[in-house]
């Protein structure tokens, strides 16, 4: 039995974490990928004034149309996260350490648990968060110009639809199909593997442990709230089809059609039976044919509460 730790035995631990950080990382976790895409940061914060110029093709007459950048910039500084398991010397001296592979590997998945986390916390919260327009996500009153060139008196377009009394928890239908995306997950590192792997470190010597953990940074980012409308109304298929139609009736400024048809819907657990109701169920309570049935891709999320 070894009774001094040596750097071929640390060596050795690393080689094994990292396989079993990576086996978790390949966990299929990943629902946020159904509703966000992915936008690269290269530094400590992205600015998406770029969220203004929904484009569309009109007729060319005379010079271009050009759309006007909004004078209101919406910035997403990246957060740093982390996790951290510290490994006892004691267990590297008398090779008791399985359970810091199971460790390593629940690390690697929880990198996948915190961009779910991310993306449907921000949906959960986006009746109280601002989105590109200075208007919350979910609105009553986003603005919508008259002129191409975003110019004019705005109009105002809701994308929130409530009911006058007993709201239930916000559910939401997304367009996630078409290049414009309701949410975006910015990313500036990828999940990365971190260990201490000097044998003659300070925390060896002090605290007999070495660590290992891993680390990410980025954040969630609101895109185009016209490829979502939130509900509190309870989910039925007159609310559904309520919030069908508003999403399918958004027009951009000039009074440009979208073409935006909602192909998934989101819920947390507390909407879970009535979802499945709707969307899985062929048949409705009566026994006649669920209009409903498979009409948009569900999800249901512990992560959206």
């Known amino acids: ?159 929130l639809l409530t009911p006058a009394n007993n709201p239930v928890a916000l559910w939401v239908l997304a367009c996630t199909k078409r290049a414009p995306s309701p949410i975006y997950l910015q990313e500036r590192m990828k999940p990365r593997f971190d260990m201490l792997t000097n044998v003659q470190s300070d925390q060896v010597f002090n605290y007999d442990k070495i660590s290992f953990g891993g680390k990410w940074r980025g954040e969630a980012a609101y895109g185009f709230w016209q490829c979502a409308v939130g509900s509190t109304n309870p989910l039925t298929s007159a609310s559904l089809a309520d919030a069908i139609n508003a999403m399918m009736a958004f027009k951009g400024d000039g009074n440009r059609k979208l073409g935006l048809i909602p192909d998934t819907l989101i819920v947390g657990p507390s909407n879970r039976v009535a979802a499945e109701t709707l969307i899985n169920a062929s048949t409705a309570a009566n026994g006649a044919a669920n209009i409903d049935y498979k009409r948009v891709d569900l999800v249901v999320t512990p992560w959206m509460t």
């Open 1 to 159: 039995m070894a009774t001094t730790l040596t750097q071929t035995q640390i060596d050795a631990l690393r080689t094994t974490l990292v396989a079993r950080w990576n086996a978790g990382l390949a966990k299929p976790a990943d629902d946020w990928k159904k509703i966000a895409k992915v936008i690269q940061s290269s530094g400590k914060s992205n600015t998406y004034a770029w969220l203004t110029q929904f484009p569309s093709f009109i007729q060319w007459t005379g010079a271009r149309t050009h759309k006007a950048v909004a004078d209101r910039a919406y910035m997403v500084p990246n957060r740093r996260f982390e996790t951290t398991v510290d490994v006892l010397v004691d267990d590297i001296d008398d090779d008791n350490l399985g359970q810091y592979g199971t460790l390593a590997e629940s690390a690697g998945q929880s990198a996948l648990d915190l961009m779910n986390d991310l993306v449907f916390q921000a949906l959960a919260a986006g009746t109280a968060a601002t989105c590109y327009d200075g208007q919350f996500f979910f609105d009553t009153d986003h603005p919508v110009y008259p002129n191409e060139d975003g110019t004019g008196v705005a109009a105002t377009v809701s994308n």
